[in-house]
Each structure stands twice: as C-alpha cells, then as structure tokens.
C-alpha cells in the first residue's frame, strides 16, 4: 500500500490553469476508475473536488476537471483563482475495499 | 445539514487505548460506508479503516491491523474507533468520512491524537 506519487507542487498566475498528476500502479490508479480528488487549505477537513476520475460533486465549480490515461490520472484546474491555493491529494480504490492517497501537491497562486 | 462530529481525541502514552467517536446528523447514516483517514502533523492523508452498512464488513491499512477496530452503531448514528496499542506513528488528526462512489464525500472537522510520554 505505498502512497500514490504527486509532484511536491505546482504554481500558476491567476488566470492560468495547473495540472497536477497522480502516479499509481496496475494494482490501484490504473485498475479502477475510482480515482478522487480532494482540496485541503491550512487547518481545515479535506474537500471532495473530483470522484470516479472526472465526475464533480454539486457545488464545485466546472474550472476543476479530472482525467486518467493509464496508471496516471490528473486533476486540472483552469482559470485560477486566488481561493483554489490549497493542498491538493489523489486517492484511488486499491482492490479489497481499501484505498490509497497521493503524497499531496501544494498549489500557489503567483 | 450533513455533518460530521469526531471527539476523543487526546494524549495518550505509548501502549496505551484510545477510543475516537463520530457523531452524524443530515442524512440516513445506516445507508452508507464509513471511513477514518488520518494525516500525521504536516504529512499528506492515509486511509485508515472502511466499515459497511450495518457493520459486518471492516477493512483496515496494514500498519494498524490487529490494533484498531472500526464499529458503529446505528441507533445512535455514531461510528467508532477504538485505539489500542498505540505508538508515536499514530500521532495524527483523525477524520471520520462518509463514503460515496467509491469517495470520501464528507468529512468531519477532526480531532487530534498524540501519542507520547
């Protein structure tokens, strides 16, 4: 059960767009399309951005996509904002009802 | 409102049991799985324990086998974690989480545990 593997970071100026890549295995990623993603800012609970690798819960805004080809999947977030600088974690089903997330990527907003 | 409410949190020494709970409110708690996930202080998110339904199905990460145990209780909507054994690589935020299409879909606000002498 290692954790999936995310770049440490990713920055973009307001306006821009970042993607964020989430690196997994036959045996997790890029087994099942139960990838999510999850928005975590400084002291507060994580939120759910992304489920089933491209579908958005209610409430979140279509600038955040979700993506897989592979044993990667990939999390983009188009026209920045000031508000979406935050941690962000992958998380993918691993078989046997147990799950694994991503080391985490700290997005900054320039 | 859905919510989420853990409590119990604490010092603990090494050894010893802890026993975190979650309270949930806004929605039919007995029709969903349910989750712990921690994050160590300053470290990324591990999925801890899945419990079904009604409670007759549990799954746990590796490194707390045999030391953690998931329970809830439908009658009161509460979900459970019982602790023992504890060591310093325990020492985390614990969040209780609802599970949807395969997510975690709500999150409690957490409650801290430290283990240490």
């Known amino acids: 059960q290692s954790a999936l593997t995310q770049p440490p970071s990713a920055s973009g100026s307001p306006g821009q767009s970042v993607t964020i890549s989430c690196t997994g295995t036959?045996?997790?990623?890029?087994?099942?399309?139960?990838v999510s993603w999850y928005q975590q800012h400084p002291g507060k609970a994580p939120k759910l951005m992304i489920y089933?690798?491209?579908k958005r819960p209610s409430g979140v805004p279509d600038r955040f996509s979700g993506s897989k080809s592979g044993n990667t999947a990939s999390l983009t977030v188009s026209g920045l904002q000031a508000e979406d600088e935050a941690d962000y974690y992958c998380n993918s089903h691993a078989g046997s009802n147990n799950f694994v997330f991503g080391t985490g990527t700290k997005v900054t907003v320039l | 409102e859905v919510q989420l409410v853990e409590s119990g949190g604490g010092l603990v020494q090494p050894g010893g049991s802890l026993r975190l709970s979650c309270a949930a409110s806004?929605?039919?708690?007995?029709?969903?799985?349910m989750r712990w996930v921690r994050q160590a202080p300053g470290k990324g998110l591990e999925w801890v324990a899945n419990i079904d339904e009604d409670g007759s199905e549990k799954y746990y990460v590796d490194s707390v086998k045999g030391r953690f145990t998931i329970s809830r209780d439908n009658a009161k909507n509460a979900l459970y974690l019982q602790m023992n054994s504890l060591r310093a690589e325990d020492t985390a935020v614990y969040y209780c989480?609802?599970?949807?299409?395969?997510?975690?879909?709500?999150w409690g606000q957490g409650t801290m545990v430290t283990v240490s002498s």
């Open positions: 989480a609802r599970a949807s299409f395969w997510a975690f879909d709500i």
């Open positions: 089933e690798v491209t």
């Open positions: 036959s045996s997790d990623v890029g087994g099942y399309n139960y």
């Open positions: 806004g929605f039919r708690f007995s029709t969903y799985w």
